[in-house]
């Protein structure tokens, strides 16, 4: 995907990109994921904003990632299970 280019300040742009080099470590994804979501922090985004302005159900809205899985007609379903 092409994604417009944002103008932002460099010390913004420097946190975006620690912002996504943290969530590539921790965020398990797939290369076209991971490809899209460069693409959209390399364009100046903030990878915690969407172009798609997806919210979840509590009315925030959801990152670059999880709005791009939902956008894409997936997006994983957490299940917290207690063990007794």
């Not at 300040?9 to 420097?14: C, G, L, N, V």
């Not at 994921?33 to 959801?62: C, F, I, Q, T």
Request: aromatic share 16%.
């Amino acid at each position: 995907m092409y994604y417009s280019k944002e103008v932002r300040s460099p010390i913004d742009h420097a946190f975006d990109l620690a912002m996504l080099h943290e969530m590539e470590e921790m965020i398990p994804m797939t290369a076209d994921e991971r490809k899209n979501l460069r693409s959209w922090v390399y364009s100046g985004h903030n990878p915690e904003k969407n172009p798609w302005h997806y919210m979840d159900h509590d009315a925030w809205e959801l990152n670059f990632l999880g709005a791009y899985r939902r956008y894409n007609g997936y997006e994983l379903q957490y299940r917290f299970v207690t063990i007794d």
